[in-house]
């Protein structure tokens, strides 16, 4: 059975989905709900097994406060597939399975080794919107590249980041996080242009994209890989 995932939803409707990665990150996840809350968005949160594992309470906050929830592995390891881990920590708390799976750093064949990632009710979620918020300590950056990027249109599916994946507590804390910076533009600019912001339980999702192996993960570092990618395009 070839893997199949999504970039987008339907293009006839004006519903964008804003997506957030590696969390749940206390106190900066409460503040992404606040700033979502308050202007009438949802979103939906892709959350790592061991943080959950670590802040359940927080990983609650984002349910009760009416966001969907994903699975984004474990660990986040490179070359390990584990969403079933991932999985039972998340549906222990969440009372039922996740309906959403993002490979992290995109590498889809970790979803090969995974019973959860393959179940076909789940569905693997890319995104066609990647302002690489992580990469930007400029808050007004991360609007611009959102806002401005060409495929943004109905449907779009956006992906941003309230954590990081580091176990370097210190690290993770310290770290600045302009998305949450940027986030409130981001938001308002998207629906001053008609746009619905709404979590991926109330979005169609269409044209799944059939992923082949290319080779590509058996490189073993994210920079070695970035590399091969460039070189590949
Ligand atoms: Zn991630």
Not at 60 to 84: C, E, M, P, W, Y
Not at 159 to 174: G, I, K, P
Not at 189 to 207: H, I, K, S, T
Request: a negative charge; one cysteine or more; proline letters at 6%.
């Amino acid at each position: 059975m070839p893997l199949k995932y999504y970039t987008h939803g339907r293009r006839d409707q004006m519903k964008v989905a804003l997506t957030f990665d590696d969390g749940p990150n206390p106190p900066r996840t409460d503040q992404v709900i606040e700033i979502l809350n308050s202007r009438g968005a949802r979103g939906t949160f892709f959350v790592l097994g061991k943080w959950v594992e670590r802040w359940p309470e927080a990983f609650l906050r984002i349910v009760d406060k009416g966001h969907a929830v994903g699975n984004h592995s474990h660990l986040h390891q490179t070359h390990l597939g584990d969403f079933d881990r991932a999985e039972a920590a998340i549906g222990n708390l969440l009372g039922r399975p996740t309906q959403f799976l993002r490979a992290h750093y995109f590498n889809f064949f970790t979803c090969l080794y995974s019973p959860v990632a393959l179940a076909p009710e789940m569905k693997i979620v890319d995104a066609d919107v990647n302002p690489a918020d992580y990469a930007k300590t400029d808050p007004d950056a991360i609007v611009e590249a959102t806002l401005n990027d060409p495929a943004l249109a109905g449907g779009s599916i956006i992906d941003l980041h309230d954590s990081t994946e580091s176990d370097d507590d210190a690290l993770r804390l310290a770290r600045s996080l302009p998305m949450i910076a940027a986030l409130p533009a981001i938001v308002d600019g998207l629906q001053a242009r008609g746009y619905e912001l709404v979590g991926l339980d109330e979005m169609e999702l269409v044209d799944p994209v059939e992923w082949r192996p290319d080779g590509r993960g058996t490189f073993a570092s994210a920079a070695v890989r970035s590399m091969v990618n460039k070189i590949g395009d």
